[in-house]
């Protein structure tokens, strides 16, 4: 099983800061099959990124994607009042597809 | 467009039983891989299983806490998916979720809630 590990668990920024969260894998995440998703209280995750760094249909491009083997990283440009929120990351190369426990970005 | 629709949620006394539903739309559901993800109250997100589409064998995987009691089920007639749910534990609450992959990424449903409790 891939256990993927996000860092920090919260960071605190503010509105018009530059967010970067952190997934790194067990092992090699092949072909960049590895996700991006967004979680307000109350809401099912929002796609933000796939295939590592492909922007998902209405995703602002503020949010960006990268990395590849077992270290990715999302990254958000300059953070708007909206984007606080939990993030998670998933791999989907190898059954059981597996989930980081979340990066809690809130406002400082 | 896609869509699709969990039903069939509920409150169940633990050791008890549901079915869950989930009905697709907006792509060929009989090609599509399905998969299963829950997120129990205030807790991160948790994969359940997967199954594949008829022509890939139909297949299924399950992750570890909960191979042997669900089982995951599909109708292509009524572009339907199915997760049968058994030996309900009280840490089996959480939102049930169905995910496909497509050309643009992981579509969602919205969810159903099981909640176990005596």
């Known amino acids: 099983e891939i256990v993927l590990t996000q860092s920090p668990g919260t960071l605190s920024l503010s509105p018009g800061e530059r967010a970067t969260l952190s997934c790194r894998a067990s092992?090699?995440?092949?072909?960049?099959?590895l996700a991006w998703y967004q979680q307000k209280p109350g809401q099912a995750p929002r796609l933000l990124i796939y295939g590592a760094s492909s922007r998902a249909t209405g995703i602002p491009d503020r949010f960006s994607g990268s990395g590849s083997g077992t270290d990715f990283t999302l990254t958000i440009s300059r953070l708007e009042p909206e984007d606080f929120a939990v993030y998670y990351c998933q791999q989907y190369d190898s059954s059981p597809y597996t989930f980081g426990r979340g990066t809690k970005l809130e406002i400082k | 467009e896609v869509q699709l629709v969990e039903s069939g949620g509920g409150l169940v006394k633990p050791g008890g039983s549901l079915r869950l539903s989930c009905t697709a739309s907006g792509f060929t559901f009989s090609n599509a891989w399905m998969n299963w993800v829950r997120q129990a109250p205030g807790k991160g997100l948790e994969w359940v299983g997967r199954?594949?589409?008829?022509?890939?064998?139909?297949?299924?995987d399950y992750a570890a806490p909960v191979k042997g009691r669900f089982t995951i089920s599909r109708d292509d007639s009524k572009n339907t998916l199915y997760l049968q749910v058994n030996s309900l534990q009280t840490e089996d609450t959480a939102v049930y979720y169905c995910?496909?992959?497509?050309?643009?990424?992981?579509?969602w449903g919205q969810g159903t809630l099981v909640t176990v409790s005596s």
């Open positions: 199954i594949k589409s008829k022509t890939d064998g139909g297949t299924t």
């Open positions: 995910l496909w992959f497509g050309g643009s990424g992981w579509y």
């Open positions: 092992q090699s995440v092949s072909s960049s099959y």
